[in-house]
């Protein structure tokens, strides 16, 4: 029995969109299990709704849009699965390409790429390339990512400055541990204003774990195959309902 969501219309404050939305993509499987599917057939329309909020967040004038595919621990997953997930980028490249470049939307990707199979590199390496004159909304694909693998590659590279020289102990400061994060490339945007996770599950899941120090958290019961702008712009919603101190005052 599936219920029907009840249609809200949501009133935005458009001088207050979150300049960078990252989104926990859950509940593609449990959405295709309900169907009696397999588990690929949610991931099949889990790469439809990317397309359809893609569109939605750079419609809503979100500056960055960060997506996690695929992380460093889902290689765990059955081999078919695997595969499948690491089929889609190309899949989903090879048709949407045209519409972001329409829409101004650069791709970027973070993670480690270099671990993926050659064609999914392949592909994601021409999107970027066909994209690199786009400087609308940055969509940010975390792709064989981790925020722990993350935090301990930048460790290493800023020992590594040190070992060499070119970094004094003392000048190790919050700047440069972002600056060595994987998000350095979105510059400006590299903190989420907002994180939302999708099909009621209120776990970070190794995503971001530095970088969502101060943003807003919306846990959305939806499973990501089901997501919809709708949706979107009710945790948007909620996200300009709450009161961001960063650590201050309100008032203050
Ligand atoms: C989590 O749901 C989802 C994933 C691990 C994959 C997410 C991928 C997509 C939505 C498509 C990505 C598209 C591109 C273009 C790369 P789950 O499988 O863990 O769901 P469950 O918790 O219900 O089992």
Same mark, same amino acid.
């Given at each position: 029995m599936f219920k029907f969501k009840k249609k809200t219309t949501t009133e935005l404050d458009y001088n207050n969109i979150p300049k960078h939305i990252a989104i926990i993509m859950d509940g593609n499987g449990r959405w295709a299990q309900q169907r009696h599917l397999p588990r690929i057939a949610g991931h099949k329309k889990g790469m439809n709704v990317v397309k359809d909020i893609t569109k939605a967040a750079s419609d809503l004038g979100v500056k960055a849009l960060t997506l996690y595919? %695929?992380?460093?621990?889902?290689?765990?997953?059955p081999d078919q699965e695997v595969n499948y997930l690491m089929d889609l980028p190309e899949k989903f490249f090879s048709t949407f390409v045209p519409d972001l470049v329409k829409n101004n939307v650069r791709v970027n990707v973070m993670g480690y790429?270099?671990?993926?199979?050659k064609s999914t590199q392949k592909a994601i390496n021409d999107a970027i390339e066909d994209t690199k004159?786009?400087?609308?909304?940055i969509l940010n694909f975390a792709l064989n990512y981790g925020s722990q693998d993350e935090i301990v590659t930048a460790v290493q590279k800023i020992a590594q400055k040190v070992s060499d020289g070119?970094?004094?102990?003392?000048?190790?400061n919050k700047d440069v541990v972002s600056d060595n994060l994987?998000?350095?490339?979105?510059?400006? %945007?590299?903190?989420?204003d907002l994180l939302i996770r999708t099909s009621g599950e209120e776990r970070l899941?190794?995503?971001?774990l530095w970088q969502v120090a101060y943003s807003e958290f919306v846990f959305d019961d939806t499973k990501w195959p089901d997501y919809t702008k709708e949706d979107l712009m009710n945790c948007i919603a909620k996200f300009q309902g709450r009161h961001r101190r960063f650590g201050g005052l309100k008032n203050k």
């Open positions: 595919a %695929f992380s460093t621990e889902n290689w765990k997953r790429v270099d671990q993926l199979p004159e786009c400087d609308g909304m070119s970094l004094n102990v003392d000048d190790i994987m998000t350095s490339s979105l510059g400006e %945007f590299a903190n989420p899941s190794n995503f971001l």
